[in-house]
C-alpha cells in the first residue's frame, strides 16, 4: 500500500469492483467477521453486481481484508484509493446487501456488458481541453458545491438515481445536431462514472469517456501545478473533503443533513453545530431542530464519558451509499 502522509496514522481504502457475486449473503458473514477481527470500520455494500465501500484502520488490518476481498469471484485485480487520515473516520462497520452496489434505478444497465472509454489521470486535462468535449460532474449538487474541475457541467441532482432523468431532459441541448460530440464524466472515485457512461452508450453514444479512478486517483497523482481541479473533493467520512494529495480538506459537516460546511457557512447566524446550517435551516421544522439539539446534546456528553453515542454512528454516511 503507498505511504501517503504517512505521519497520519489511519489508512483509508476506497474501493469497488463490478463483479458476478452468486452468493452475497455468503460472502457478507466471513467478511463482516474478519473487518471487526481487524478492528476496521466503515460500509461496504455486496449485490449481484459486485461490492463497493470504503474502510478504514491499521495498515495492517487494512491489508489483511483487502487480501481477502481479492479471494472473491473476480476480484483479483480490483483497484483501490489509498489514502490517510488523524483518526478513523467511521464509527462502526457495515457490510450490507443491496440491489445495487450504487443505485442509478436502471435496472438494464450493466457496465460489465458496456461501458465508455477509460481515462487515466495523466491523460484527462488534454481530454477535458480539447474544443467541443462535454464535462459533466455526476455527482451530488452539495459534493459539487465544494469543488469540481474547470468548466464542468452540474446537473444540480441530489442524487446519483436523478441522473438518467437530467440526461433525457437536457440531451439535445447537450448534444446538439450531427455528429455528437465526445462527453467525458468524472466522480468520486470511479463507481458512478461506470454507470453512467454504460448509460449514455444504452443511449446511444459512443464517443464516451470517463477519469478512470475518478478525482481521488486525480488528486492523488496530478501535481497541483498541473491540476485543472478548483476547489475540493468530498468524501463521504468524517474527513468530509480532501484536497490535493488527498490531505484532509477544511470543510466540517452538519449533523442535522450531512452537506459539508464552510468557514464562511458556519459563520451564519443559521448554523448551530449539530442542528442546522445555511442548507437545511429551511428545510426543517423547529421540533426537528430542537431534536437534533437534544441529540447533539446527549452526543457531547456521552464523549465526556468516553462512551460512543448511537446518534454518531447512525449519522455518518459513505460513499457507497449515494
Known amino acids: 500500500m ?29 467478511l463482516a467477521k474478519l473487518c471487526c477481527a481487524q478492528g476496521v470500520k466503515g460500509t461496504l455494500l455486496l449485490a449481484r453486481e459486485g461490492i463497493n465501500g470504503t474502510i478504514a484502520g491499521s495498515d495492517e488490518a487494512i491489508g489483511n481484508v483487502l487480501a481477502h476481498i481479492r479471494q472473491l469471484p473476480g476480484c483479483a485485480a480490483i483497484e483501490v484509493k489509498f489514502s490517510r487520515a488523524p483518526s478513523l473516520p ?21 457496465p460489465l456488458a458496456s461501458v465508455g472509454h477509460y481515462v487515466p489521470p495523466q491523460e484527462w486535462n488534454a481530454l477535458i481541453s480539447e474544443p467541443g468535449t462535454i464535462l459533466i460532474d455526476t455527482r451530488n449538487d452539495y459534493e459539487v458545491a465544494v469543488g469540481s474541475f474547470t468548466g464542468a457541467i452540474d446537473p444540480r441532482t441530489r442524487t ?4 438518467p432523468a437530467w440526461f433525457r431532459a437536457e440531451r439535445a441541448k447537450l448534444l446538439g445536431e450531427g455528429t455528437p ?29 470517463h477519469l478512470q479512478g475518478g478525482i481521488l486517483k486525480y488528486l492523488e497523482t496530478i501535481p497541483a501545478a498541473q491540476s485543472l481541479w478548483e476547489g475540493e473533493c468530498f468524501v463521504f467520512d468524517q474527513r468530509v473533503t480532501v484536497g490535493h494529495g488527498l490531505v484532509p480538506g477544511t470543510y ?3 449533523h442535522a443533513c450531512r452537506r459539508p460546511v464552510s468557514e464562511a457557512d458556519r459563520a451564519s447566524p443559521l448554523f448551530e453545530d449539530g442542528v442546522s446550517c445555511p442548507s437545511c435551516h429551511g428545510e426543517r421544522t423547529a421540533e426537528q431542530r430542537a431534536g437534533y439539539s437534544e441529540r447533539h446534546r446527549q452526543e457531547h456528553l456521552a464523549a465526556m464519558r468516553g462512551e460512543e453515542h448511537l446518534g454518531a454512528t447512525l449519522a455518518t454516511k459513505t460513499a457507497s451509499e449515494v
Not at 446519483?160 to 441522473?163: L, T
Request: glycine share 8%.
Open 90 to 110: 467511521f464509527h462502526r462497520m457495515k457490510v450490507r446487501l443491496k440491489r445495487e452496489i450504487v443505485t442509478m434505478g436502471e435496472p438494464d444497465i450493466d
Open 160 to 163: 446519483f438515481r436523478d441522473f
Open 252 to 254: 466540517g459537516l452538519c
Open 181 to 209: 460530440p465526445k462527453v467525458a464524466m468524472f466522480c468520486t472515485g470511479g463507481i458512478r462514472c461506470e454507470k453512467s457512461t454504460a448509460f449514455l452508450k444504452a443511449e446511444g453514444l459512443d464517443e464516451v469517456y
Open 2 to 30: 503507498p505511504s501517503l502522509n504517512p505521519t497520519l496514522p489511519v489508512c483509508v481504502a476506497a474501493l469497488y469492483k463490478f463483479t458476478p457475486f452468486n452468493d452475497c449473503a455468503g460472502i457478507q458473514g466471513p
